[in-house]
């Protein structure tokens, strides 16, 4: 059973930096893409950013590149974000999602961590 496990959210200044971590397990993710979602309140759940597992290709989106860093670590099968340069409208609860490399939708999600950035 696959479980990713959030942590390393928290309450952080505007400018302020904040690393995000995921912990999976239950199999081997050598052929899946990993990501990041954020939800804020009212609004949709958006795509952060993606990390596929083998060869480490990442995606972002617009409004983070530049300020935001995917990143896993095999031998840990963790995942990470590290934010830097933290805006309030980053704040939003933050999900690890997974899905198979060619499938089109994230089959497995994390139970999600607040990040809040205050002004």
């Known amino acids: 059973q696959v479980q990713l496990v959030e942590s390393g959210g928290g309450l952080v200044q505007a400018g302020g930096s904040l690393r995000l971590s995921c912990a999976a397990s239950?199999?081997?993710?050598?052929?899946?893409?990993m990501a990041w979602f954020r939800q804020a309140p009212g609004e949709e759940r958006e795509f952060v950013a993606s990390i596929r597992w083998s060869g480490g290709i990442t995606y972002y989106q617009d409004s983070v590149t530049g300020r935001f860093t995917i990143s896993r670590d095999t031998a840990k099968n963790t995942v990470y974000l590290q934010m830097n340069s933290l805006k309030p409208e980053d704040t939003a609860v933050y999900y690890c999602a997974a899905k198979a490399r060619f499938a089109k939708d994230y089959s497995y999600w994390g139970q999600g961590t607040q990040v809040t950035v205050s002004s």
């Open positions: 239950g199999r081997t993710f050598s052929n899946y893409v």
